[in-house]
């Protein structure tokens, strides 16, 4: 039963997966996009996650803490550029 309930969350943050890249490329304004971006690492990290639960492997959750980390710093930088138009003062 663990294993259907695995397979199913990695197909419906799969599909999640999808509609975020839609609104990233269609996104009306660039605060859309940065949303969108932010949400689209949020989902591929769980879905990571999930696929290390599945195959019992340590290594998936190494990568999930660093993509984490990369991607709090990216969506840090991006706002502070869209603020003040320049990242480093």
Do not use: H, Q, W
Not at 6 to 19: A, E, W
Not at 24 to 32: H, K
Not at 69 to 89: A, N, P
């Amino acid at each position: 039963m663990l294993t259907t309930v695995i397979y199913l969350s990695m197909l419906m943050f799969g599909i999640s997966l999808l509609l975020n890249f839609f609104r990233l490329l269609r996104g009306p304004d660039a605060v859309d996009r940065i949303l969108a971006l932010d949400t689209l690492y949020i989902n591929g990290l769980a879905l990571l996650v999930i696929f290390g639960l599945l195959l019992n492997s340590r290594l998936f959750f190494e990568a999930a803490l660093l993509i984490a980390l990369f991607g709090f710093f990216s969506t840090v930088v991006l706002c502070k550029y869209l603020l003040r138009g320049d990242i480093i003062e």
